[in-house]
DNA sequence: TTGTAAGCGTTATCAC
DNA sequence: GTGATAACGCTTACAA
């Protein structure tokens, strides 16, 4: 460098001094009107002519030096093409959006390095914070949030005592509700198809799986447990291999993707759903809607967390001292076709085109009285 | 601000001068070590443990600003919900992560005037460049991207002469190859449910679909065409709607989600697919090997319109005076179970867990010999 | 090789 | 109200 060129920028762009200059003012002044603040009628007039000249638009990264504040906010989950964390992501787009930010979304792919380099990457404070949904969680993890500069906010199980802001929704319970639903529709022999155990989710769905059995003093049939993938392809092998040592009436599964295709192995047995298994996903994407039949499926409130997610960063964007945070969406059941007993039904009337909602079935809260409508999940903040 | 304080940021991390204080060297040295040019073995030495005792991390903005660029790189789409999308988000991402850019994802929700504004923000030069895929495109549009003083490149038709980076494929041609399969199947009377006509994909579907007919030598029968959303839900009730006033032997979809809702149409129905109605959709997103039957779809090669849009920006990116380029991607038909001839087949063995590419069927290609796979559609630069 | 200093484009301070 | 100027944190020409 070492030029002198204070007018327009290298590729010829205006900048505050070239306004400036037409407009026969000092950059400070240039710079006051363009911000709105002060600024004599005359000068007013003379600067907002001059960038309309020009063409003037203020480079946003001058500003952000200056301002320490990027206007991006970063989500990161594992799988972009996961239903569930596309509802998060509309979720928190609309708050990050209202805010006037914009939404910086990564793709993990579940990966623990790469997360973890992202975690250490915002020490660059090329965002004002992060949403993390990570499904594997380790001490680096939690080191890099602790040391990370911009804020971070953790969809997802966290170890108690971890300083940082933190929503989570019970999938344990989640898992018992669906327990619940299939033994109270006379099911016995409940199938699971989970995703890893070295997983969070996994292994929290593991746990509420086991427990469930055992509070009904149902002992567990470890060949009606698979683990394979959170995906399609995954679930329908899983489900296969289980089907061919096993007999279930019912079939658990540890999110859509991995329900929808236990859907598609059991229909190409010819087996009947529901009346020989009744079928029930997790997470309550818009694939359980877009099945056939509709699956029942716990929600986990995803929408609700990303928002809740999004509002915790902001806030703490706002106010950095502020103590760590914990927010908690309850889980619900949604009673679909596939797992209500008396025939295949016909589907439910579709919803509103391009209603990101998903319509509600027959819902059993956690904590709320039968029949409420899972509108809004209820959040609470300890 | 006017203070004199050169040591670390306002926040109390480590900048710079704080690692050249601490290594005893100036910051041009520091700064040199830090970039891994130049510097005796003495200087670097110090440099570099100076700055691991502080934990110096560069600021990302600061870079930019002297750089004149951020190493971001923004992918802007109608429905980050559809898998066309999502499809093409992670050929993109694939593309710009490895060369060391990350991306920013923008839904625009189809937003006429939110994406004028997405493009002349463009401006502000927070990102390098803009991929985006418009389903409506007018003058505004076009002119915001000339202007631009960042690339765009554009994913979908374009005007013939617009000076702008663009990847296009034959959409109405992929309708050609759906319809002569069809028939080529036996099927006469096929229905058509669309998108909404005022947009891109909308017009160019309906045209190539009567093209087709055309050709054949048929007439179009206007009862066997139905306009709705390139959404679920509005597939479904279009698919309805058309049910009742036409006895169609073949529906043709707009895109894999219309197909989708016009399947659960179908089978609420009671009729059989294919072998009372055979069922193609368009874009062949992963949905279409969710399906049940599997839907045939076709293949409009959107991970490889991605990634070769991706490639053009990043060219234009490191050098700005190319002329305006255009690639092409070869639209192809994959034949599946809801549209082959002869009972319901048992849905395809699974795919790789977690394999992003579909798994093909049978391969119709546009310029290309029968039964060659479809794994990279050829595209070419003219 | 090294240090000095200019400059990236903006906003903020401080005298006038 | 206005203008000169420092500062944001970094890279880089240029001279030593």
Redesign the interface.
């Known amino acids: 460098m070492g030029r002198k060129r204070l007018q327009p920028t290298?590729?010829g762009?205006p900048t505050v001094h070239t306004v400036a200059a037409r407009a026969g003012v000092s950059i400070a002044s240039a710079s006051r009107v363009l911000n709105g603040v002060g600024g004599s009628p005359e000068t007013v007039r003379k600067v907002r002519e001059a960038a309309a000249e020009v063409g003037y638009?203020?480079?946003?990264?001058?500003r952000?030096?200056q301002s320490?504040r990027?206007g991006?906010v970063a989500l990161a989950v594992a799988d972009?093409?996961n239903?569930v964390y596309?509802?998060m992501?509309?979720a928190v787009?609309a708050v990050v959006a209202a805010s006037g930010r914009?939404?910086?979304?990564?793709?993990t792919g579940g990966d623990v390095a790469g997360e973890i380099s992202l975690l250490r990457r915002l020490?660059?404070?090329?965002v004002d914070g992060m949403i993390v949904s990570p499904i594997r969680i380790t001490d680096h993890h939690l080191e890099a949030m602790v040391?990370s500069?911009v804020p971070v906010v953790v969809v997802g199980q966290l170890p108690d005592d971890a300083p940082v802001d933190n929503v989570r929704t019970d999938s344990r319970a989640g898992v018992g509700l669906a327990v619940d639903h299939l033994l109270a529709a006379g099911r016995r022999r409940i199938g699971f198809l989970n995703g890893p155990l070295d997983t969070v989710p996994g292994a929290v769905r593991d746990a509420g799986f086991r427990a469930a059995l055992a509070s009904h003093g149902i002992t567990v049939d470890e060949n009606l447990i698979e683990v394979?993938?959170f995906?399609?392809?995954?679930g329908?092998?899983a489900a296969t291999r289980l089907l061919a040592r096993a007999e279930p009436d019912a079939l658990l599964c540890a999110n859509d993707l991995i329900a929808?295709?236990a859907?598609?192995a059991l229909?190409?047995e010819d087996r009947r759903v529901p009346q020989d298994v009744a079928l029930v996903g997790m997470d309550d994407t818009?694939?359980a809607?877009?099945a056939?039949p509709q699956l029942s499926s716990v929600s986990l409130g995803s929408a609700d967390r990303g928002r809740r997610a999004a509002e915790l960063l902001l806030e703490r964007i706002a106010e950095p001292d502020l103590p760590p945070r914990r927010a908690h969406v309850a889980p619900s059941l949604v009673v679909r076709a596939s797992s209500t007993p008396g025939g295949t039904p016909?589907?439910a009337a579709?919803?509103?085109?391009?209603?990101?909602v998903p319509a509600p079935g027959r819902t059993a809260g956690l904590a709320r009285a039968a029949g409420t409508e899972p509108v809004t999940a209820p959040t609470e903040v300890i």
Do not use: C, K, W
């Open positions: 290298a590729d762009r638009v203020p480079n946003a990264i001058a952000s030096l320490q990027t991006l972009i093409g239903p596309v509802a992501m509309r787009e914009q939404l910086l979304v990564h793709a020490a660059h404070r090329y040391v500069p394979g993938d995906q399609y392809a995954a329908r092998a929808v295709g859907l598609h229909l190409s818009e694939l809607q877009m056939f016909r589907p579709p919803s509103q085109p391009g209603d990101p």
